[in-house]
């Protein structure tokens, strides 16, 4: 269940709904941007969902996103296939999508928008500047700091860190039950971050020493490692072996 993030949901309905009909959701990496998104889409009844997330390793894939968005084969095919001229190509896509939004109302939802491919992000930018007067929206979620330069101007709302009410509320959710100095200490130590304080919690869960919480050097390198494909991570594992 979605915790203290009923102003953020409503300020990303009441920008969707606008007349720039677009927003991107900024906040650290465990803020809570995914979980976020999901709220919001649930909350989209009646309107045709398209999602799609940027993976670090299609980065450098032209058009990548765009053919995981799109589900129509033929639009992705003459796209991909011999270009048209850029701007052409533009004004394809987003008739395509008026066109799918005569029936219901389009929602683009695009997360971890930092690891776009860069054609899409341009393509994805365009449209969403266009989107007053139409039948379609367009959300996406990004880590601070790194807002894609197509993406930049839209509206943003920032996740800010949860206080401590619904940071406690958060870790009684995740089934962590922390007694004494353990709470504060885990508390202090996550800064309202929700993924940090799942970590800390469930680490000082099992040891509650005050010295055997992770560092949040350590957090944010565990927060790395998750972006990282399952092969990489494997190796990473057998270089950080001790040898013997
Ligand atoms: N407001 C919240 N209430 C409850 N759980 C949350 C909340 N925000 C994030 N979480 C949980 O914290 C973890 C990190 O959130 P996530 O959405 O993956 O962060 P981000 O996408 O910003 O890196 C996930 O397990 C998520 O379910
Ligand atoms: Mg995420």
């Known amino acids: 269940m979605l915790i203290g993030r009923e102003d953020v949901l409503r300020r990303l309905s009441d920008l969707l709904r606008g007349p720039q009909s677009s927003a991107v959701l900024v906040g650290m ?3 809570g941007k995914t979980a976020v998104l999901a709220a919001a889409r649930g909350a989209a009844a009646g309107a045709e969902v398209l999602s799609v997330t940027g993976i670090l390793s299609d980065r450098t894939l032209p058009y990548a996103v765009l053919a995981d968005l799109i589900p129509d084969r033929q639009l992705v095919d003459s796209i991909t296939g011999d270009p048209p001229h850029p701007l052409r190509l ?5 008739a ?8 219901r109302p389009v929602l683009i939802v695009l997360d971890d928008a930092q690891w776009c ?7 994805l930018g365009f449209i969403a500047r266009r989107l007053g ?9 990004c880590r601070d700091g790194e807002i894609p330069p197509a993406l930049r101007g839209l509206p943003t709302v920032s996740l800010p860190p949860l206080d401590e009410h619904d940071a406690a509320r958060l870790l ?4 962590v039950e922390l007694t004494g100095a ?4 885990v508390l ?6 929700p993924l940090a304080l799942i970590e800390l919690g469930r680490a000082a869960a099992a040891d509650p020493r005050a010295e055997a919480l992770p560092t949040t050097v350590e957090l944010a390198f565990a927060a790395r490692l998750r972006a990282l494909p399952a092969e990489t991570r494997q190796t990473l594992l057998l270089v950080a072996r001790p040898p013997g």
């Open 96 to 103: 395509w999508l008026e066109t799918e939004a005569e029936t």
């Open 188 to 193: 202090d130590r996550a800064g309202g971050n």
């Open 29 to 31: 990496p465990g803020a």
């Open 117 to 123: 491919d860069d054609t899409s992000l341009s393509i």
């Open 182 to 185: 353990t709470l504060p200490r």
């Open 133 to 141: 007067g139409t039948n379609v929206r367009f959300l996406a979620a």
């Open 90 to 94: 533009r004004l394809d896509v987003l």
């Open 172 to 175: 009684k959710g995740a089934g």
